[in-house]
Nanobody, 119 residues
Framework: QVQLVESGGGLVQAGGSLRLSCTASGSDFSIASMRWYRQAPGNQRELVATITAGGATTYAESMKGRFTISRDNAKNTLYLQMSSLKSEDTALYYC?????????????WGQGTQVTVSS
């Protein structure tokens, strides 16, 4: 069984920055695409950004230019660098990954890390 664990959330003032991390652990697995989602209270979960195994990235329109998704395949770790944070970025941020274990593809979620932006 592969687990994803997020970290790096917290309280930050508007205009500030945070870097989220998500590390996969387990045995005999490989990771394809990875994603960050977020969910604010009363809202549906929304896709923030995606990165493929080869490093190609896509972003939700409202995050372009402010957020950067990256990954370190050697460390099985996904990152989200967030800058120019706004109060509307306040949400629970989730990591999601398509993981081969070892030849069965599963969609795995982390437990989430809270980001709170104060205005």
């Amino acid at each position: 069984q592969v687990q994803l664990v997020e970290s790096g959330g917290g309280l930050v003032q508007a205009g500030g920055s945070l870097r989220l991390s998500c590390t996969a652990s387990g045995s005999d697995f490989s990771i394809a695409s990875m994603r960050w989602y977020r969910q604010a209270p009363g809202n549906q979960r929304e896709l923030v950004a995606t990165i493929t195994a080869g490093g190609a990235t896509t972003y939700a329109e409202s995050m372009k230019g402010r957020f950067t998704i990256s990954r370190d395949n050697a460390k099985n770790t996904l990152y989200l660098q967030m800058s120019s944070l706004k109060s509307e970025d306040t949400a629970l941020y989730y990591c999601n990954a398509d993981i081969w274990v070892p030849d069965h593809l599963t969609s795995t979620w982390g437990q989430g890390t809270q980001v709170t932006v104060s205005s």
